[in-house]
């Protein structure tokens, strides 16, 4: 059959249907919901995608320009380190991976295989409070027997795997038996740490999540369990030194019962070392007899939630309106837009455990199941953005216990010829009509934002309450990125460069800046990753350089400029056979299978890929001809024109030199017609070292052989197959001197001025964005202005590291340098005066979007100490530690007197009890409008 795939001299080829009949095949199952206990496969996105782009899924008349088949399936970035079984947790659907059903799954491995060694990602779905999930990342543990720790067992589990099912499948690895002589524990550095005896928990309420060590205790012959003898009996407390104030543990089994809540305090023992918050599930032992130094145990790439939550624990005049009671007069159960008051209940409960029942780390079960059940967008255990997840708290918060039952009915007015104070005034007070609760009490700010119509200059004035301010940073920042340029004329040789562009840049600008420092038109550069010895993506003008990582390896072909409308650009890898036993065969009988083998042989590839332009239809003779000359030498001559040193790194300022299309063609072919010439006469005179055929897109599949003599028909994408009898080597790549290129760290540093005016500052709506003027009855393109206009007693400040798109996502790690004390905002503000703000919180997030972690540095004001909290983890740490590239949410409390002193850390003004004086009249200070009102 025309599709038949030929795996080399391989197992009976399978029947493959055709494009079109692929896509008609599958979309049916593709539209499938998702229900639980259905079975679905994880794949690779890039894969999925370009199975779509050669089957023409979407029928666009585009959707198969450059597509070609895509080989087997392929999901190697997507496994976490060097194992084939744990999928990183820091994926995120849509971007790096899909789910696809059973059914498609069977169909697509049938079809194009499985990549050798890897096995199928199965999943279950199932029910999380009325949403339907599957869980993407399973739990890692480290089974042991007793404390020989020296071989443990890996194993990956589901979450929802209850403890009672490890027990029995330890007791059967270990040959022990499953009764009341065997005893399941959690162990730390070689230590016993907690017995698990409630087998009825699962994982995720245990608190158990992955690089947990699990050890099976058998009893002793006299009755007594030998692990008892290794339990640590006292902990140190955070930050203290020597063994003063420790404090002796008195372990109880888990105070589990059907039907528990989280929110059961009354009943704690303040000598267990176990927890009621969350089934007391990993309540790591000992307490440290010190409020708020209580980390929180990480369910599951739920740093994101454990970091806001550490900010918001240490603003005092919030934390005080919990723990007093005094939020149980202002819930709102009623409220349809809330959360029928359980999301209040389970954040004064929290805070207890941490401010009140002070232990080394608590675990948030409780808390994190009560979101998921109001925000699906949050269960599960992707990794979310903090800030998100603190917009919804406080929002959730803030209608649990708005005090406004029924909310009027306000039409919000535009200022028109009014004052501002007036209508400003106006606002606030239709806003107030609606929101009236600690939160807005707290939170809550006011902004003008002006419009101003292109085309009728119609101007709109309005003020808009905000809950924390997204201050844009300024594109500053450069990055080095190293690219590998393939000039067209093979006889020069492949030089490494340094480009010097801004972490933000799009691979449009790499191109400009290279193409000027090499004299080439950006035109006639493709930028392509390469892996694996094949092209794995081409990069498109849009795409940001942000993709290109610092361990990729980026190939910048240059190839000319098209000649006519048959002109096309195919891909050339080199390859050799390979005689073997281990190339897998994808026959395929359900998700099984996969694991046969047989004798075939298989090709490997070799050298490094290439890009070539060409005529859609040629004969094999001035195909062989091309190839000869674009291919040779495999290694760099003497004596080429481009030197490899003395010319520094260009600036993303620089232009790339222009040239005319006609003039680029005549120099394009001058240089190729003599090696072309040359290269036909020795195809003409010698036997040909290799042979062609037609491959998918990976290389090492054949779709047919080339033959002499005939008509070759290509089209824009195709991959030829240059197959040697041998493994041939790319040339020596020689580095120019831009590679050392010293980024200039101080450049990027900006300053909170810089971003507030960036803030500020007009910009021009863009499209997909637009405002709906009232006069042109259109959307226009307007000219948008923001200013602050009355500032919260709290201020958030989001500094926008990261950036979304169609296309890419982006972050900026540039350092912010912003004010750990006296942040004055009066300069900014239209209204109130003398306002000063002094940190007390920040949420951090280290690493970049491919992988990262949330941690917290808060301001204690029990002890009058900065602590860095990271998930279960606290130590102390330094004022100035808050401020450093990984710094994204600020959290500032104002002062109660414009012109005092901060606090001896720098971060609010508190009394001697460790509270905010809010003086006589309740407010914690700050100018602020004669209708807010104090919060309680």
């Given at each position: ?12 080829p ?40 050669y ?34 947790g820091l ?10 059903p ?35 990342s399973?739990?890692?543990?480290r ?5 020989d ?75 007594t ?19 003063t ?11 589990y ?12 023992n ?17 307490s ?28 005092v ?34 805070l ?55 909310k ?9 010829d ?7 005034a ?8 609606r ?24 101007v ?15 594109d ?42 090499i ?35 980026a ?11 048959d ?25 099984t299978s996969y ?30 001809a ?29 232009k790339?030199?222009?040239s ?43 779709i ?64 997909g964005?637009?405002?709906h ?21 709290v ?9 979304y ?25 239209k ?23 949330y ?14 909290y ?16 990984a ?9 109660d007197?414009?012109?005092g002193a ?35």
């Amino acid at each position: 059959a025309d599709n038949a795939v030929d795996v080399a001299a391989g197992p009976a080829p399978v029947a493959v249907p055709s494009p079109s009949e692929q896509a008609e095949l599958l979309r049916p199952l593709f539209t499938h919901k998702m229900k639980a206990g259905d079975t679905w496969f994880i794949i690779d996105y890039t894969w999925l995608k370009g199975w779509k782009s050669y089957v023409d899924y979407d029928s666009s008349s585009l959707a198969r320009v450059r597509a070609s088949q895509p080989g087997p399936i392929d999901n190697e970035r997507l496994f976490q380190g060097s194992t084939n079984k744990q999928v990183s947790g820091l994926l995120r659907e849509g971007f790096e991976f899909e789910f696809v059903p059973e059914e498609a799954w069977k169909l697509l491995v049938a079809w194009y295989g499985l990549a050798p060694g890897q096995e199928p990602i199965e999943r279950v779905a199932y029910d999380n409070f009325g949403t339907v999930k599957v869980e993407v990342s399973l739990v890692v543990l480290r089974l042991i027997k007793g404390l020989d720790d020296a071989s443990p067992q890996i194993v990956y589990r589901s979450r929802r795997t209850p403890l009672r099912t490890i027990k029995q499948q330890m007791c059967d690895l270990f040959s022990e038996p499953d009764d009341d002589t065997t005893r399941l524990w959690e162990t730390v550095n070689g230590r016993a740490y907690k017995l698990q005896d409630n087998l009825d928990l699962t994982l995720e309420m245990a608190g158990l999540m992955s690089r947990n060590t699990l050890s099976l205790e058998r009893c002793g012959s006299d009755g007594t369990w030998p692990l008892d003898k290794s339990r640590p009996t006292a902990l140190t407390p955070v930050g203290a030194t020597g063994t003063t104030g420790s404090v002796t543990s008195s372990y109880t089994p888990n105070a589990y019962a059907s039907g528990a809540t989280g929110s059961s305090w009354s009943n704690y023992n303040s000598n267990s070392s176990t927890s009621t918050y969350g089934y007391g599930g990993g309540s790591y032992g000992m307490s440290t007899g010190r409020p708020g130094e209580v980390g929180l145990q990480n369910l599951g790439n739920t740093c994101f939630m454990n970091s806001a939550l550490q900010c918001l624990s240490n603003c005092v005049p919030l934390r005080e309106y919990y723990l007093s009671g005094r939020y149980k007069g202002d819930l709102n159960r009623t409220n349809p837009i809330g959360c029928e008051g359980h999301l209040a209940d389970e954040f004064a409960g929290l805070l207890r455990e941490l401010w009140e029942n002070p232990r080394a780390s608590v675990s948030p079960y409780e808390f994190k199941r009560t979101i998921s059940k109001f925000a699906p967008q949050f269960s599960g255990y992707q990794q979310h953005d903090s800030q998100e997840l603190l917009c919804f708290l406080l929002d959730g918060l803030h209608e649990d216990c708005n005090r406004i039952v029924k909310k009027p009915y306000v039409e919000l007015k535009e200022r028109g010829d009014r004052p501002d104070a007036e209508a400003a005034a106006e606002a606030w007070e239709m806003h107030r009509m609606r929101n009236d609760s600690a939160i807005v009490d707290l939170f809550h700010g006011q902004l003008k934002s002006t419009l101003v119509c292109p085309t009728c200059s119609k101007v709109s004035v309005t003020f808009d309450p905000f809950v924390h301010l997204p201050l844009p940073l300024p594109d500053k920042q450069k990055r080095l990125v190293k690219v590998i340029y393939r000039a067209w004329d093979p006889a020069e040789p492949w030089i490494k460069y340094g480009v010097l562009v801004n972490t933000t840049g799009k691979i449009s600008q790499l191109k400009s800046v290279l193409g000027a420092t090499i004299g080439v038109a950006p035109a006639s550069l493709y930028v392509a990753d390469v892996y694996g010895k094949k092209i794995y993506k081409e990069l498109e003008d849009h795409d940001g350089v942000s993709v290109i990582t610092d361990h990729d390896e980026a190939h910048v072909y240059e190839v000319p400029p098209a000649r006519g409308p048959d002109d096309i650009v195919i891909r050339i890898v080199h390859r050799y056979k390979q005689a073997g036993s281990t190339y897998p065969s994808y026959s395929y009988s359900y998700y099984t299978s996969y694991t046969s083998y047989n004798n075939a042989d298989y090709y490997v590839l070799c050298g490094a890929p290439s890009l070539m332009r060409i005529s859609k239809s040629v004969t094999y003779e001035q195909l062989v001809a091309a190839i000869d000359a674009h291919i040779a030498p495999t290694r760099p001559r003497e004596g080429n024109n481009r030197t490899a040193a003395g010319a520094a790194a260009a600036s993303p300022d620089s232009k790339a030199a222009e040239s005319d299309d006609d003039e680029l063609e005549a120099a394009y072919a001058s240089k190729q017609a003599p090696a072309a010439a040359a290269a036909a006469a020795a195809a003409a005179a010698a036997p040909l070292p290799y042979k062609l055929f037609i491959t998918q897109s990976h290389g090492t599949t054949n779709i047919r052989a080339l033959e002499a003599g005939k008509v070759v028909d290509l089209d824009d994408g195709f991959t030829i197959g240059v197959t040697w009898d041998a493994s041939i080597d790319a040339p020596t790549v020689v580095e120019h001197d831009s590679v050392h290129t010293k980024v200039d760290v101080a450049d990027t540093r900006l300053t909170m001025d810089e971003c507030l005016r960036a803030f500020t500052r007009k910009e021009c709506l863009t499209e997909g964005n637009l405002w709906h003027c009232p006069v042109c009855k259109e959307g226009v393109a307007a000219t948008k202005e923001m200013e602050l206009f009355r500032l919260p007693r709290v201020l958030i400040v989001q500094l926008k590291r990261f950036s979304y798109n169609s296309y890419s996502r982006d972050k900026i790690t540039a350092l912010v340098d912003f004010p750990v004390e006296d942040f004055q905002l009066g300069s900014y503000l239209k209204q109130q005066t003398g306002a000063i703000y002094d940190l007390f919180a920040v949420s951090k997030h280290m690493g970049g979007l491919g992988g990262g972690h949330y941690i917290a540095n808060a301001y204690n004001s029990v002890s009058k100490t900065w602590f860095c909290y990271d998930d279960s983890y606290v130590r102390r740490c330094d004022a100035a530690d808050a401020k450093s590239e990984a710094s994204y949410v600020l959290f500032y409390i104002q002062r109660d007197d414009p012109s005092g002193a901060a606090a001896a850390a720098g971060a609010c003004a508190m009394d001697a009890d460790g509270d905010v004086d809010t003086g006589a009249d309740g407010a914690t200070g700050g100018a602020r409008g004669d209708d807010t009102q104090p919060m309680d």
